[in-house]
């Protein structure tokens, strides 16, 4: 069946620093996909979104890789602040439906 | 921010009674959809409306009824709750809901069932 998942429940990274975020996807999944961020007691919130036919898409101190080949996206945080701490996870597109499917999350912590 | 409220947000129940969950939108969306949210799961999709008096189940929804009379609302109920119906609801709405379209999300309900 169609799954999206993260490789590590919590992340934990030096303020300053770049954080990578990963999820993997399996045959049947998306060629679209999001990155959210949910604060603790908040609703997720856009990030940024790729499609398949990209391999890389940048926004404002984010970049998004996507490995069609591994089947793989990660979400690079460049100079990780304070107010990155959340948690992050993918969601793609069921192919033929408006239904997505969401990865579990990894929890980013960020250290001062 | 998009404009979607939720109500309530928070709430305590009993197991056996029913519980409505309202989902309010000032966007004029057309698509809106209920999410679960459990630890170790991703959210998950319970029902999901792409208009009015228009909708579909997700891949949770035993136990879960919908109704959409209106564009802007969308009510979740749990015709009996259960304890297994523990959990954050979320809703959101997308435009169109086609590819390339982000879903908006709202703030969120927790809903504890005893």
């Known amino acids: 069946g169609e799954s999206v998942g993260l490789h590590l429940p919590t992340l934990s990274v030096q303020e300053g620093d770049n954080s990578i975020i990963n999820c993997a996807y399996s045959?049947?999944?998306?060629?679209?996909f999001i990155w959210y961020k949910q604060e603790s007691g908040k609703g997720p919130q856009f990030i940024i979104d790729i499609r398949s036919n990209m391999d890389k898409r940048q926004g404002q101190r984010v970049t998004v890789l996507l490995n069609k080949t591994v089947k793989h996206l990660s979400l690079q945080i460049a100079a990780t602040q304070p107010g990155d701490s959340a948690v992050y996870f993918c969601?793609?597109?069921?192919?033929?439906?408006?239904?997505?499917?969401f990865g579990t999350g990894t929890r980013l912590k960020v250290l001062a | 921010d998009a404009g979607i409220t939720q109500s309530p947000r928070h709430k305590v129940t009993e197991t056996g009674t029913p519980v409505t969950l309202r989902c309010h939108q000032t966007?004029?969306?057309?698509?809106m959809y209920w999410y679960r949210q459990d630890p170790g799961h991703g959210l998950r999709l319970i029902h999901y409306?792409?208009?009015?008096?228009?909708?579909d189940k997700g891949e949770v929804s035993d136990g879960y009824s919908v109704s959409r009379s209106k564009t802007e609302d969308f009510l979740l109920t749990l015709e009996s709750a259960t304890s297994s119906q523990t959990s954050v609801y979320f809703c959101a709405i997308s435009e169109s809901g086609r590819e390339g379209e982000t879903q908006y999300f709202g703030p969120g309900t927790r809903l504890l069932v005893l």
């Open positions: 969601a793609g597109l069921s192919s033929g439906t408006y239904k997505y499917i």
């Open positions: 045959n049947s999944a998306s060629d679209y």
């Open positions: 966007e004029n969306h057309r698509y």
């Open positions: 409306s792409y208009g009015v008096k228009d909708t």
